[in-house]
T-cell receptor, first 112, second 117 residues
Framework: SQKIEQNSEALNIQEGKTATLTCNYT??????LQWYRQDPGRGPVFLLL?????KEKRKERLKVTFDTTLKQSLFHITASQPADSATYLC???????????FGSGTRLSIRP | GAVVSQHPSWVICKSGTSVKIECRSL??????MFWYRQFPKQSLMLMAT?????????EQGVEKDKFLINHASLTLSTLTVTSAHPEDSSFYIC?????????????FGSGTRLTVV
């Protein structure tokens, strides 16, 4: 069965540095890959979606890459701020009508 | 943007009773809604997919007779936890997909914290 793994359970980064989070999947490549942010006690909030045929997608300080050869997506936050501290979840979609199965999530902490 | 309202935000109930959680799409029609459960320090686990006007599709290992899902209209899905027990205590979250914008992200409710005592 398909597995989605996010590189680490927790990541601590100094403010101002670039945070890089990894999402790896096994077997077949999803048509789309979404990234969400979740704060404690809240539902996830959609951040970015990247399509299988796109190498990179940017939104303000966020950048997502999708490498189907490596079966991996990277999520970058540049010029990180303490307010970026949250859990980040990747979610592959195998079609536009798919249900979302989340990865395990990475808890990101940005220290001042 | 799309908004999903989930109610109640928290509930405490006695063991053996049933609890209903509502999920409403406020400004769009959602033919499909999803229900998740999240235990502390874990990721969201999909429980079931709710389709308007038809039976829900449950994930493997989820008891459909215990977690009753009703998607009676294009803006409302409900999850009823029947005969709740302490092990059902969890954070329940719904999400909805607008038909035309599903590719732009699914919208999630703010979650319901269920505590069974």
């Amino acid at each position: 069965s398909q597995k989605i793994e996010q590189n680490s359970e927790a990541l601590n980064i100094q403010e101002g540095k670039t945070a890089t989070l990894t999402c790896n999947y096994t077997n077949y490549s999803p048509a789309y890959l979404q990234w969400y942010r979740q704060d404690p006690g809240r539902g996830p909030v959609f951040l970015l979606l990247i399509r299988e045929n796109e190498k990179e997608k940017r939104k303000e300080r966020l950048k997502v890459t999708f490498d189907t050869t490596l079966k991996q997506s990277l999520f970058h936050i540049t010029a990180s701020q303490p307010a970026d501290s949250a859990t980040y979840l990747c979610a592959p979609l195998y079609s536009s009508a798919s249900k979302i199965i989340f990865g395990s999530g990475t808890r990101l902490s940005i220290r001042p | 943007g799309a908004v999903v309202s989930q109610h109640p935000s928290w509930v405490i109930c006695k063991s053996g009773t049933s609890v209903k959680i509502e999920c409403r799409s406020l400004d769009f029609q959602a033919t499909t809604m999803f229900w998740y459960r999240q235990f502390p320090k874990q990721s969201l686990m999909l429980m079931a997919t709710s389709n308007e006007g038809s039976k829900a599709t449950y994930e493997q290992g989820v008891e459909k007779d215990k977690f009753l899902i009703n998607h009676a209209s294009l803006t409302l899905s409900t999850l009823t936890v029947t005969s709740a027990h302490p092990e059902d205590s969890s954070f329940y979250i719904c999400s909805a997909r607008e038909a035309l914008t599903g590719l732009y992200g699914y919208t999630f409710g703010s979650g319901t914290r269920l505590t069974v005592v």
